[in-house]
């Protein structure tokens, strides 16, 4: 069964302290590991996917990273706006012709000015 | 404004009513689903629809019945629910082919907030 754990479940930050989150993951031939991120009262809004080990993606503060075992979300120098749910999600190489995702709980982020 | 619309937004019923939840999506996309999202538990998915054919059915209640009619519309329709049905349903929409080696984005609507009384 695919499982995803991240953590830590909650992280208060000061603005302008860099840290990182942490998706681990079990999970039949990797076909895809997606980060998004929630605002409270809406929907998830697509971050990055990752392919395979090694991959780096980045967007404005934010840098995704991959290896066999686990990802990290690499916030630098966040704002307060940063505030918001992040989650990770993997997609097996089992399923065909459409994407089921196994999502785990959130990371809630807290951005401090 | 996402790809994904979701209406209402937010919808209050008796434990006898009966209504339903409208999804569109505006991305051209041939898969859609429905997910449940509870407060401390990740999101579940629910029903997969892919070329309007449903694909999975993750052992839902039958009171949860999910119409399909195009790619492009989904709906749930809601009966006799439960107070523990009382969640954010969200729908989702992705371009999904036969590819083995690489991952499908999947895309999100708000979201409907169901309140159970």
């Known amino acids: 069964e695919d499982q995803v754990t991240q953590s830590p479940e909650a992280l208060r930050l000061q603005e302008g302290e860099s840290s990182s989150l942490n998706c681990s993951y079990t999970v039949s031939g990797l076909r895809g590991l997606f980060w998004y991120r929630q605002d409270p009262g809406k929907g998830p809004e697509f971050l990055f996917t990752?392919?395979?080990a090694g991959e780096e993606k980045e967007k404005e503060r934010l840098k995704a990273t991959l290896t066999k075992k686990e990802s990290f979300l690499h916030i630098t120098a966040p704002k307060p706006e940063d505030s918001a749910t992040y989650l990770c999600a993997v997609q097996a190489s089992k399923n065909s012709g459409y994407s089921t995702l196994t999502f785990g709980k959130g990371t809630m982020l807290l951005v401090s000015p | 404004e996402t790809g994904v619309t979701q209406t209402p937004r937010h919808l209050v019923m008796g434990m006898t009513n009966k209504k339903s939840l409208k999804c569109e999506q505006h991305?051209?996309?041939?898969?859609m689903y429905w997910y449940k999202q509870s407060a401390k538990k990740p999101l579940e998915l629910m029903f997969v629809y892919n070329f309007k054919e449903q694909t999975e059915n993750n052992s839902v209640p039958s009171r949860f019945s999910p119409e399909c009619p195009n790619s492009s519309h989904l709906f749930l329709h809601l009966h006799t629910l439960q107070p523990e049905d009382s969640a954010l349903y969200l729908c989702?929409?992705?371009?999904?082919?036969?590819?083995?080696?690489?991952?499908?984005?999947?895309?999100f609507g708000e979201g409907s907030w169901l309140t159970v009384v």
């Open positions: 991305l051209g996309h041939n898969a």
């Open positions: 989702a929409s992705s371009q999904d082919e036969n590819r083995g080696y690489s991952g499908n984005t999947i895309y």
């Open positions: 990752l392919y395979s």
